[in-house]
């Protein structure tokens, strides 16, 4: 592949910036500075480095992020700020987006990826990809309203929802699994049952658990393992 193409999926900016990067003498290939912005190298032998630090290749890069509330899941927006705009400088790549959506007020886990399949996969209504999440409610839940979740609820659609797991957590908590991905569907789901989120976060997606370790506003790369298995 060329040094410039490497070097953008490498994350070091747009195909003009990489040009940059090379014409200032600041790429070494195999230790020897290389001007030569459309030189064939093969990303499994030779060394690439930029300013002295070795450039790792990947096609696709993967974070978990832990969403906070008060931003949205949008590459660019022009009001709110955007989940992008957490991550830092070098890690952020022309063609990272945030893997479905969660309303601006609730928190939890995000897919960053620039996995365009992946993402398909996900968030297909076919897929049925399970996703869970924690709930508080206003009201305490009465055995009806937890029947219909369980079974199915008319949110105003064509369809009801298909069943949700539900697993009270507390007096007003729940842990909702659902295998949709409809708008604001849990707030849709509890008020069609006559009551009120007042705070959702995302635990899980998939086979994906959100990090504990991981602050509001924090990410890390997801691991080999987890890739694997979300893949
Ligand atoms: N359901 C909602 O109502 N909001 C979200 O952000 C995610 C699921």
Redesign the pocket.
Known sequence: MRLDKFLCDSGYGTRSQVKQLIKAGRVLVNKSPCKQADLKIDNLKDVITVDGNACSYSEFVYYMFHKPAGCVCAVKDNVNKTVMEYLNKEDLRRDLFPVG???K??EGLLLLTNNGALSHRLLSPKKHVA?T?YVKIKEEISAAALDLLETGVDIGDEKKTLPAAVRIAGPKELFLT?SE?????????LFAVGNE?VY?K?ISMGSLCLDENLKPGEYRALTGEEIKKLC
Request: charged share 40%.
């Open positions: 959506r969660l309303d007020d609730t996703k999440y659902i991905g409809r708008y604001h569907q849990i707030k849709r789901m989120v959702l995302r």
